[in-house]
Structures are given as structure tokens and as C-alpha cells.
């Protein structure tokens, strides 16, 4: 079976406060490793009070401290937000403390609205516009050392030198970011839960086009959906109901704490709003492990995922932790820990 990955966004509910969120991941990372899932990857948001995680490497340190078997990462760091020295820096701390667990996904996005976006890069440089291709590129620089010739970073090292940045990923939800994951030779992975774009097509674009690098010497994509399991379709439905009020604010602007379930279920949604959570289904898995597995599995057949990375933002936390032992069951993570 598919192996399945763990993408954690530390969501603050109207009853878990954005500390609490952040202690919930790592319980959820301690408990998944048990089950079998081979990744965890955290999320940098900023000012958005439904997300407690706006640095993923903080807590990708902490996580990895606590866990045996997980490969833990970001998913991602958002290149705008930050110099390309600080990130090798910081990944290759990480890659030094727990070597071959470390990930370095990479988003194009500041992951945060105009003004935030402004403070995080204000003091940092004066560029504009889209600068992920450049940042990008001193990245890589930063590791394989080809700096032109005097160049003034040839007389700056990143620290420790003594090891290599983890395997970098690009994370997108567009065409554009598959056609550059396979042109630099890198992991790929796409955010379905909440892309525009198809899917499969991206997923595609990606395996025909890869080159081989001196990252990746073979195509590795990984397809992130959002899942809603419980024990019966009806329990599901009841867990998601918050998502989709969240998903409707979020629609509008409104970055609000997870809702209840009970909260949304008595909310007075208009005909118009109805419509808009319906159409939001079709990036949100929902119901029994069966009935996930059936709605699921056209698209993996489509799109050949290398992984299935799940993000489950149920509002209850021992809710969460069993959505995720549901699928580990369903997939047959369990069997694969026991062999």
C-alpha cells in the first residue's frame, strides 16, 4: 500500500488556544509514529489566529526529539519570508542533531497577508515582486558552493559545514511548481486540499518532465488531501461540519478559530452558502475508513502519488489522533510495523 505522511497545520480551535494546538502536535507526532506513517511535516502561517505554526523548524526539532522513526519537516518554509543563509543554516542544524529525519519543503507563498508579509520582510531586502527562483537558487548555493568567482559569499560559510542540507521539496498547488519541481530535480508535493488546479494533471506534469539532479536522481511526489475518518459515515460527517464552516470563512476573509461541530451544525447556512461547502467536498474526504478508501482511490489510481500526505483538522483532538489510526488501519500501515 501507499505509505501515508502527516501535514500539521497546530490548529487553534474555539476551545484549544494556539499553546495547546502546539503541544497537540506533538502528541499527534508521537502517535503516529507508533501507527507507521513515515512524515510529518509542519506548516509556517502567519497572523492567522486558526494556525498556532509560524516556524516550522522550532518544531520540527522538538518533534523529531520525541519520535524514533518519522522523518519530520516543513511543509513548508516560506522562501519569501526569509534570507536563503538563515534556512541552510537552520535545516542543516537540524540534519546534524537527527540525520536522515530531516525535510526542507519549500512554499512560494508568504503564507500570510500583505502587511504581515511586509513586517516578516521589511528589514530583510528591498526586492520585489517574485523572488522564489532567486532565493531558490541561493539556496542551492549555499550547498554545492558555486558561487561566481569573487563573489563576496565565497568567504561565507553555512554553518555546520560538516553536513549537507536535507533533501529539499517544493510544495505548490499550480502547474508552475510541478514544471519547476521536475526541472530543478526535486521532491514534489501538491497541496490538493486546497488547489485550484488539477491534481492528477500536476501529479503527471511532474513524473513526465523530472531531471535527474545532483537533489533527486528519481521523481518522488507526494499529494496532500485532507481527510475526515471516523468509525461511521455519520460520525465523519458530524467531525467535517466544522470544516466546512471554516472553510466558508476562510472563503471571506475570516480566519477564525475551528468551530464546533455543534457551532456549525446549528449555523443557518443560506442556499448560497450550501452550494460553496458542496463544492468544497471535492477537496475534503469524508466518512468510515471504506468509505474514505472508496472516494480515495480513483484519485491515487490517476495521479500515482509516491505517498499520501494527510492533513485532518478535526476540531477534537482524540478525534484527530483516531482519524488517523482509522487510515493507518485502512492502508495497512500496522501490518507493514509489524513485518
Do not use: C
Not at 10 to 29: C, F, G, H, Q, Y
Not at 240 to 262: F, I, V
Not at 265 to 274: A, F, P, W
Amino acid at each position: 500500500m501507499i505509505p501515508l505522511s502527516v501535514l500539521d497545520l497546530s490548529v487553534v480551535t474555539t476551545e484549544t488556544r494556539p499553546a495547546a494546538a502546539l503541544r497537540n502536535s506533538i502528541d499527534l507526532a508521537r502517535h503516529v509514529d507508533g501507527l507507521g506513517y513515515v512524515r510529518y511535516w509542519l506548516a509556517e502561517h502567519h497572523n492567522l489566529a486558526s494556525v498556532a505554526s509560524p516556524a516550522p523548524d522550532v518544531m520540527i526539532g522538538q518533534i523529531a526529539a520525541v519520535t524514533k522513526n518519522l522523518r519530520v519537516g516543513s511543509g513548508g518554509v516560506m522562501l519569501p519570508n526569509h534570507a536563503p543563509l538563515v534556512v541552510a543554516e537552520r535545516f542543516k542544524m537540524l540534519e546534524a542533531l537527527f540525520p536522515g529525519r530531516i525535510d526542507l519543503g519549500l512554499g512560494r507563498a508568504p503564507g500570510t497577508d500583505g502587511a504581515t508579509a511586509y513586517a516578516l520582510r521589511s528589514r530583510l531586502d528591498r526586492r520585489e515582486g517574485d523572488d522564489f527562483l532567486e532565493r531558490l537558487h541561493e539556496l542551492t548555493l549555499w550547498e554545492t558552493r558555486d558561487f561566481p568567482q569573487g563573489h563576496p559569499y565565497n568567504s561565507v560559510v553555512a554553518m555546520p559545514d560538516d553536513t549537507p542540507l536535507p533533501p529539499i521539496w517544493l510544495l505548490g498547488s499550480s502547474d508552475y511548481s510541478s514544471e519547476l519541481a521536475a526541472q530543478v530535480g526535486m521532491g514534489f508535493a501538491f497541496a490538493h486540499h486546497f488547489a485550484m488546479h488539477d491534481a492528477v494533471d500536476a501529479m503527471i506534469n511532474y513524473r513526465a518532465h523530472f531531471k535527474p539532479s545532483g537533489w533527486r536522481t528519481t521523481p518522488h511526489a507526494i499529494l496532500a488531501v485532507a481527510i475526515a475518518a471516523a468509525e461511521t459515515d455519520a460520525e465523519a460527517e458530524r467531525l467535517a461540519s466544522s470544516m466546512d464552516l471554516n472553510r466558508l470563512r476562510r472563503d471571506r476573509g475570516q480566519y477564525a478559530p475551528l468551530p464546533s461541530p455543534e457551532e456549525a451544525l446549528t449555523y443557518g447556512y443560506t442556499d448560497s452558502e450550501r452550494a460553496s461547502i458542496a463544492r468544497n467536498r471535492s477537496r475534503l474526504f469524508v466518512g468510515s475508513p471504506a468509505t474514505v478508501m472508496a472516494k480515495l482511490q480513483p484519485m491515487i489510481d490517476a495521479s500515482k502519488p509516491d505517498e499520501l500526505m494527510v492533513i485532518s483538522a478535526i476540531y477534537d483532538h482524540e478525534a484527530r489522533k483516531t482519524s488517523y489510526s482509522l487510515l493507518a488501519e485502512a492502508f495497512g500501515l500496522a501490518k507493514q510495523v509489524a513485518a
